[in-house]
């Protein structure tokens, strides 16, 4: 199994405010998203889900983190299954048998409380970061990426509608 982060930040490490992603507007990397991931596990905390708004993605496995598993309802489907689970160690285990059906590449798709929590736990192999070469404001931040223990080994420039890059990081 591969875990890979998918996470789109700024300058200032800013990934989210006020429970939504900042108003960056980028459709390319909104498609990066959906082609990367569709097909795919997506591991998640509680509020990612419910950034969703109460709608699954089409076609992915989504495990959702929360520490009342219990309390969570929502009503899955075959296409797009959704789970509690009550840790990132339950989340990743649960993933293992789902793979073959679902990909060896399951991505941790945030957010800030997650992605922090994978990178301290060594539980990330590979990370797609889309920088968007701006400062926004916002409360969710991305850790600054260890290259002691990532080497960056993509890069891709975008200069509309702002400029932004698709970089990859793997674990060394
Ligand atoms: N730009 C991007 O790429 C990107 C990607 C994803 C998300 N975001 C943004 O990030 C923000 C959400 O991030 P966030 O950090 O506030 O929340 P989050 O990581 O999505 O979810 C936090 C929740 O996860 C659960 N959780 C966390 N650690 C846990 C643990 N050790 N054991 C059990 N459950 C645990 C808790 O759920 P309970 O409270 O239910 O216990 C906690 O409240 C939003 O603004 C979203 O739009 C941005």
């Known amino acids: 199994m591969i875990l890979t982060h998918v996470v789109a930040c700024s300058e200032n490490r800013v990934i989210g405010a006020q429970g ?23 591991i998640m905390g509680r509020k990612t889900f419910e950034s969703f708004k109460g ?22 489907t075959e296409k797009s299954p959704v789970v509690f689970v009550s840790s990132l160690e339950e989340a990743i285990e649960l993933a293992k048998p789902l793979t073959a ?9 945030g957010g800030g409380e997650i992605y922090k929590q994978a990178l301290d736990k060594n ?22 990426i260890d290259e002691k223990v ?21 674990r060394k």
């Open 101 to 109: 059906q679902w990909g060896d590449e399951v991505f941790i798709i």
């Open 150 to 170: 990532f080497t960056l080994t993509n890069r891709r420039d975008v200069e509309t509608p702002i400029p932004f890059s698709f970089l990859t990081y793997i």
């Open 123 to 144: 539980l990330t192999d590979k990370i797609y970061l889309t920088l968007v070469h701006r400062e926004f404001h916002g409360d969710t931040y991305y850790p600054q």
């Open 20 to 42: 939504d992603i900042p108003p960056w507007n980028l459709a390319e990397d909104m498609k990066f998203f959906r082609d990367t991931t569709k097909g795919h596990i997506m």
């Open 55 to 76: 709608k699954a993605l089409p076609n992915r496995y989504h495990i959702v983190i929360t520490r009342e598993p219990a309390k969570q309802k929502f009503e899955s």
